[in-house]
């Protein structure tokens, strides 16, 4: 066979011989619309976000990672166009070396705690008030089982202290 130059380009690629050579399925010639990676976001969301698109589609495998790549832009383009020729032969060492590479795009999980950080002001609607606090708390993760305590801090008329979720009064716990 003849070297062509898409056969020559290929050759070089970071994917093995079998992702390189695995074939598009119809109606995946152009590849469904996706978030793309610039190194400048999480990069776990964005792998997640990637998950539940191919996932849908029901993709799997080699064109799995065929895909991935077409999110990527910028810096990470370098990034993967620099790796050891016929490195990645899976989905799972595609993952492995982006989210070692990128590892300080990683947001930091937040916390529970981080939730009584969000108060209502003296002035403030609570219409307001509920809306930072649940744009917060989806990011919270095994926020569903604590999250009433903090969601509207019940207040003694007497002293204006936070009620426990039992219902009692701090005083008397």
């Given amino acids: 066979m ?4 898409q ?30 990676y610039d190194g400048t976001t999480d990069l776990e969301e964005h ?13 799997q495998g ?47 999980p937040k916390i529970v705690v981080s939730l009584e950080a969000i108060v209502q002001g003296k002035s403030k609607p609570l219409r307001d008030y509920i809306e930072r606090f649940n744009k917060e708390v989806v990011q919270v993760r095994g926020a569903e089982d604590t999250m009433k305590q903090y969601l509207i801090p019940l207040r003694s008329p007497k002293d204006s202290q936070r009620v426990p979720s039992d219902g009692k009064n701090l005083h008397q716990v």
Avoid at 47 to 59: F, G, H, L, Q
């Fill in 47 to 59: 792998i997640e976000n990637i998950k539940v698109v191919i996932t849908y589609r029901s993709v």
């Fill in 7 to 36: 056969n020559d380009r290929n050759a070089y690629s970071p994917f093995t011989q079998r992702i390189r050579e695995a074939p598009i399925p119809s109606g995946l010639e152009k590849p469904p619309q996706m978030d793309s």
């Fill in 62 to 108: 080699a064109v799995k990672c065929k895909l991935f790549v077409t999110t990527l832009r910028r810096g990470p383009v370098t990034w993967f166009k620099n790796l050891r020729r016929n490195s990645l032969d899976s989905w799972s060492d595609l993952c492995h070396e982006f989210t070692t590479h990128f590892t300080a795009s990683r947001t930091q």
């Fill in 2 to 5: 003849q070297q062509t130059p």
